[in-house]
Every structure is written in structure tokens, then in C-alpha cells.
């Protein structure tokens, strides 16, 4: 369906086996998450919880306080991307910014972040 609604375009792509294979893979990847996705919330509603390696991996108060530390949108971003499960067009809605802004801020934040967490557990 994807492949037929991106034809009536004003300027269609060109059309080929790797293009249709790349839309099908596209399509597919977008298949995993939305089911990922609905399997967390199924288990945030259930109260359900699973091993989680990360409770033995990561400091939580130190991300907590690494978080606090970034400056208001990236700490924004992240949390709308890793805690409420946003997709990043969504993300882009909520900031009032272009997606392809919001990607950079979102890779700026999470370098920021990792470097924060980082000099901290030192």
C-alpha cells in the first residue's frame, strides 16, 4: 500500500526492486516496533513486571540526576522519546522543530546524558 500511495506523489521515486525492497523492509521494521510497543504497554497495564537487567546495570538516581542536569529541550526530548515511547515526529510536534532537528537534539542529548552519567559514576 505504501509502495502504491508513494507513486501518486507529485515526483514519484523511481521504481525497482531494491526501492520496493527497501519500502517492504521499512514496512516491516515499523511491523516489529508497533509490537514491541504494544507488548510494554500491555505490560506497564498488567503491572507485570519482567527481568530487567538494567535495575543491576545502571545507577537509576544517578540517571535521574544526569537527566536533571541537561538543559530543559534535551531533557525534554528524552523523555518523550524513552519514557512516554514517542516516535520522533511526535517528539518534533510537541517542541515545535523539524524531525530532522529533533534527531540531532535527540543524538546531542543522549551523548550529553551518557557523558554526565559517566563523569558521575566515576
Known amino acids: 500500500m505504501a509502495a502504491v500511495a508513494a507513486?501518486?506523489?507529485p515526483d514519484p521515486?523511481?521504481?525497482?526492486?531494491?526501492?520496493?525492497?527497501?519500502v517492504a523492509r521499512h514496512k516491516l521494521v515499523d511491523h516489529w516496533r508497533r509490537g514491541e510497543r504494544e507488548r510494554r504497554a500491555l505490560i506497564a497495564v498488567a503491572g507485570d513486571v519482567t527481568d530487567d537487567p538494567w535495575?543491576?546495570?545502571?545507577?537509576?538516581s544517578a540517571a535521574?540526576?544526569?537527566l536533571a542536569q541537561l538543559p530543559g529541550?534535551?531533557?525534554?526530548?528524552?523523555?518523550?522519546?524513552?519514557?512516554?515511547?514517542l516516535a520522533v515526529s511526535e517528539?518534533?510536534?510537541?517542541?515545535?522543530?523539524?524531525?530532522?532537528?529533533?534527531e540531532t537534539l535527540l543524538a546531542r542529548a543522549r551523548a550529553a546524558l551518557r557523558?554526565?552519567?559517566?563523569?558521575?559514576?566515576?
Open 7 to 9: 507513486l501518486k506523489w
Open 91 to 102: 517528539i518534533a510536534e510537541h517542541l515545535h522543530r523539524t524531525e530532522r532537528g529533533t
Open 73 to 85: 529541550p534535551q531533557r525534554a526530548a528524552l523523555v518523550l522519546r524513552y519514557l512516554d515511547g
Open 64 to 66: 535521574y540526576s544526569a
Open 55 to 60: 535495575e543491576e546495570l545502571l545507577d537509576t
Open 115 to 122: 557523558r554526565i552519567y559517566r563523569e558521575e559514576a566515576a
Open 13 to 22: 521515486p523511481s521504481v525497482g526492486v531494491a526501492w520496493l525492497i527497501g
